[in-house]
């Protein structure tokens, strides 16, 4: 199966910093990659959907300015969460899509944002 | 608004019987279904998909089955085991739809011994 690697697997940051998530999907490229959120014994939730090489669509409640996508290259989306607060806490994943002949997303580790 | 739902927060079935999980959609415009199987601080694991064009898909021990009137598919894992304790999610989307996938709650199975 195609394997997708994301970094960090968890962060520890004070409120107000930004982290950053990296999302690679290492053999294969992956022209569209997504980033969800799950909060405790719930779903994933769509957060955005990142292209390369363009803008990123933002799922309706999602602050575009609060997550800044970037899909600079065929194998890497970053997340970054700007000035983070408390309720930004959360288990984020990306996820990217090998082929567009057939819709299945390859899901990375994920990342444990903790912010205090 | 909910669209794909797992109404069965948890299921324990006895190694070597079947597990049966369950997953409704509401949404008509779905015709691409997924299951993932999760396990704790790790992301989802693709299992396995069906079209709506079939009713049926089976890949070894995994055997979706897809009922369009009803709205409803289900995963069966026979026989199950220990390895397949895990939180199983059903996922749902559009060939339109830009490959956006809608979760369901997921179910957390467990293999007795």
């Known amino acids: 199966g195609a394997v997708v690697s994301q970094h960090p697997s968890r962060v520890i940051c004070k409120s107000g910093t930004s982290v950053k998530i990296e999302c690679r999907s290492l053999?294969?490229?992956?022209?569209?990659m997504f980033w969800y959120r799950q909060f405790p014994k719930q779903s994933l939730m769509l957060m955005a959907t990142?292209?390369?090489?363009?803008?990123?669509?933002?799922e309706q409640g999602v602050e575009k300015d609060k997550f800044l996508i970037n899909h600079a290259s065929l194998t890497l989306s970053t997340l970054t969460v700007t000035s983070a607060h408390p309720e930004d806490s959360s288990f984020y994943i990306c996820?990217?899509?090998?082929?567009?002949?057939?819709?299945?997303?390859?899901f990375g580790a994920g990342t444990r944002l903790s912010v205090l | 608004d909910q669209q794909v739902k797992q109404n069965s927060p948890s299921l324990s079935v006895q190694e070597g019987r079947i597990s049966i999980l369950n997953c409704d959609y509401t949404?008509?415009?779905?015709?691409?279904f997924l299951w993932y199987k999760k396990y704790p601080a790790e992301g989802p694991t693709f299992l396995i998909s069906?079209?709506?064009?079939?009713d049926k898909n089976e890949d070894g021990r995994f055997t979706v089955f897809l009922n369009k009137s009803a709205k409803h598919l289900s995963l069966h894992i026979v026989p199950s085991q220990p390895g397949d304790s895990a939180v199983y999610f059903c996922?749902?989307?559009?060939?339109?739809?830009?490959?956006?996938?809608?979760f369901g709650q997921g179910t957390r199975l467990t293999i007795n011994p």
């Open positions: 996922a749902a989307s559009t060939l339109q739809g830009a490959q956006k996938l809608v």
């Open positions: 990142s292209n390369e090489g363009s803008k990123a669509t933002y």
């Open positions: 949404n008509s415009m779905f015709d691409y």
């Open positions: 996820s990217a899509i090998r082929s567009l002949a057939k819709n299945i997303q390859y």
């Open positions: 053999d294969f490229q992956a022209t569209t």
């Open positions: 069906i079209s709506s064009i079939k």
